[in-house]
């Protein structure tokens, strides 16, 4: 059975679906006049630095894009792959801006829709993060339907064809790292310098609007958190799509039913629309104690349908290769999507502030900054085992069940979702921006508490994302690296898988290269922090010098000198991260295959261990913070919360910029050392 047809339709359902969504957000009450100054300041920013970005990014695209051009269509690469890759990086950026757009406009009248009950602001604020998943789904799944038919001819799924569309993956890759780098350089240099110079220095509450830095705080959440964590699990969707048809054509290229294996792949992704959309319906909570219980419903209801729905298309509609059985594909993507779930109540327990991780941080903090960060740092590393075994455990069950292949439909499964999972992620940070409006715009003090309630399940909800992007990011990976075995044995024409001898130097050269190249890519993306935030301390201590009126409320601080500091700052400390995806596996590639396939190798075990330290231990460190200002261990003001700070700050690159790009920088390497393969053999 040809799916190609209903994938695009269902493609085209979640479009729909997000644009009826964006229409009843933009029909809500907005507020008064002041909330929506103060929301224009944030939407005008927002756009702002994606404009300015997405500038930068067009000339990088446009100059890899004639490179592709003028290479040999012969080798997998020319003219079509060079248009796959445009077509990848602009709907990667339309999906993250449509997602920005909406989130910035959302925030106001989930502020506003709090005045009414909690039930109206969370249906606000979900509905605002669906946009943003239905549209990444969406555009995702239509560009790879699209470029497979005109590619095709709807018949011809040769693994040629699919090397071409595998460019739509690249361009994806390429928009999500700059995206995720530099969309987190700025908004954790505002973030850190709003805290040091309003909470620790000045002792002014958080989101106060006499401190200059908090409008690009609220920019930043925007830019890093929704466009930014779009494009990065835009990315995993389509990579890991993309990969499983790929790695199908290959293995199977002589079998009359390798047409199933591509076209499974593309099912599940179009089912799974479905499945999360019918997940949204069941997100409702009537009081602040039912908050996380109602997001997670939805996404139970959401895999529960996926699960009902991989027996059908295994069992079903499709036939497979000798050696491959309906249910052994059938457990190999429910191993992917429990493992998926798994993740996300494992990256919880570590980060929630009901739990023994974050509330022996909160505790070490009543000694100082020092105990505080000791133990965030320990959390975090604690926190790599289970996920890892987890990963482990998943790669197992999917090889038993199907071998390479299963592996490969295993990250689709847990990506299947992603219509809700993206849904409950990106909420998080449209309620952090509603708490911050109703701060700066002075409202009553419950509708403060409903709002900080919703962004403390928010917070949760963004450490449970960063889980799942990673996890998802591990086993695409693995699913492109497969391919990238296939691809390379294709080319040297022997019919074997490239295998990689760790006996041999070439192969360990490429290890220790591999290995390095995530810690290098964290310290330039911490450093870009440091520089972009030191100069925002400094231009918030300035302004509290220098402009009169300012602590007293009468005159308004230059929120505008802050953006355009943070926008600046993360434009050019970006270019150094993201040339480093590309350029390593190129010039490895040069030297070596087997040294390429070991650096990939060695990325993926380091970089996946990297980003869940990274981002639990700034998730814990966060949420100590907020622990105590609810008032335990003497509350805002105290010396604990002070400490926590502190911790908090450090956290802050960890969990949102370094941290979860590494997920970009592994899957990146991967794409472009399958793309530019023939190159090197």
Not at 81 to 88: D, E, I, K, L, Q
Not at 574 to 585: E, F, N, Q
Request: with cysteine.
């Amino acid at each position: 059975m040809n799916f190609l047809p209903i994938a695009g339709v269902l493609s085209l359902v979640a479009i729909v679906f997000a644009l009826v969504l964006y229409a009843k957000i933009m029909r809500q009450d907005a507020g008064t006049a002041r909330m929506q100054a103060i929301s224009k300041l944030v939407q005008d920013g927002a756009a702002a630095f994606l404009k300015a970005e997405y500038t930068y990014l067009a000339v990088f695209v446009v100059l890899v894009a004639i490179a592709i051009g003028l290479s040999s269509e012969e080798q997998g690469l020319g003219a079509r792959t060079a248009m796959s890759f445009v077509a990848g990086a602009a709907a990667s950026a339309i999906a993250g801006y449509f997602g920005m757009h909406t989130a910035t406009r959302a925030a106001v009248r989930t502020t506003q829709a709090a005045t009414k009950g909690l039930q109206d602001a969370l249906r606000v604020a979900f509905d605002s993060g669906t946009v943003m998943g239905m549209s990444v789904v969406g555009l995702a799944l239509l560009g790879i339907v699209g470029f497979t038919w005109a590619y095709s001819g709807g018949t011809d799924f040769s693994s040629k064809v699919l090397e071409q569309v595998l460019g739509f993956s690249f361009g994806a890759s390429s928009i999500a790292l700059f995206a995720r780098v530099g969309g987190g350089i700025f908004t954790k240099a505002a973030d850190v310098g709003a805290d040091l110079v309003g909470k620790v220095e000045a002792g002014i509450p958080e989101d106060d609007p006499r401190n200059p830095a908090t409008i690009a705080d609220n920019v930043g959440d925007n830019v890093g958190d929704v466009a930014g964590m779009g494009a990065d699990l835009f990315e995993s969707y389509v990579g890991s799509i993309i990969a499983a048809m790929t790695l199908g054509a290959f293995l199977y290229k002589d079998d009359p039913n390798m047409v199933g294996l591509i076209m499974l792949p593309l099912g599940i992704a179009g089912l799974g629309i479905v499945a999360s959309i019918v997940g949204t319906f069941f997100v409702k909570a009537k009081d602040e104690h039912g908050l996380h219980t109602a997001l997670f419903r939805g996404l139970l209801i959401a895999s529960i349908l996926l699960v009902g729905a991989a027996w059908w298309l295994t069992n079903g509609p499709l036939a497979f290769p000798v050696g491959l059985t309906g249910m052994g594909l059938f457990w190999a993507i429910v191993s992917g999507l429990a493992v998926g779930v798994a993740i996300g109540k494992v990256t919880e327990y570590y980060t929630s502030t009901e739990t023994r991780p974050v509330k022996n941080i909160a505790q070490q903090s009543n000694t100082g900054a020092a105990t505080n960060i000791i133990h965030g740092l320990a959390t975090g590393m604690e926190s790599v085992a289970i996920p890892v075994l987890l990963i482990i455990g998943g790669i197992l069950v999917a090889y038993q069940m199907a071998g390479v292949y299963g592996v490969a439909i295993a990250a689709v499964g847990m990506l299947s979702t992603l219509g809700i999972s993206l849904g409950i992620d990106a909420y998080g940070p449209v309620a952090d921006n509603a708490g911050g409006l109703a701060e700066m715009a002075e409202m009553p003090k419950e509708i403060r508490q409903r709002t900080d309630a919703l962004d403390a399940v928010g917070n949760t909800t963004a450490a449970i994302g960063k889980g799942f992007a990673i996890g998802s990011a591990a086993l695409t990976a693995l699913a492109l690296f497969n391919a990238f075995c296939a691809r390379a044995g294709d080319l040297l024409g022997d019919g074997v898988d490239l295998v990689l001898n760790i006996n041999t130097t070439p192969v360990i050269v490429g290890l220790l290269l591999g290995g390095i190249l995530p810690f290098v890519f964290s310290a330039w993306t911490m450093r870009a922090v440091g520089n972009a935030a030191n100069k925002m301390v400094e231009e918030v201590r300035r302004q509290f010098r220098e402009i009169p009126g300012i602590m007293e409320g009468k005159t308004p601080p230059d929120a505008a000198r802050c953006v355009a500091i943070s926008t600046a700052g993360s434009l050019k400390q970006m270019i150094l991260p993201g040339m480093l995806a590309v350029i390593a596996p190129i010039a490895v590639g040069f030297y070596s295959a087997e040294a390429l396939g070991g650096l990939l190798a060695g990325a993926l075990v380091t970089g996946v261990m990297m980003a869940i330290f990274m981002a639990n231990a700034g998730g814990a460190w966060d949420n100590a913070k907020k622990l105590i200002e609810k008032g335990s261990h003497g509350g805002k003001g105290s010396p604990a919360h002070k400490a926590a700070v502190v911790g908090d700050t450090v956290g802050d690159p960890f969990k949102d910029t370094s941290g979860p790009s590494i997920n970009i920088l592994i899957k990146l390497m991967t794409v472009v050392a399958l793309v530019f393969l023939p190159w090197f053999i």
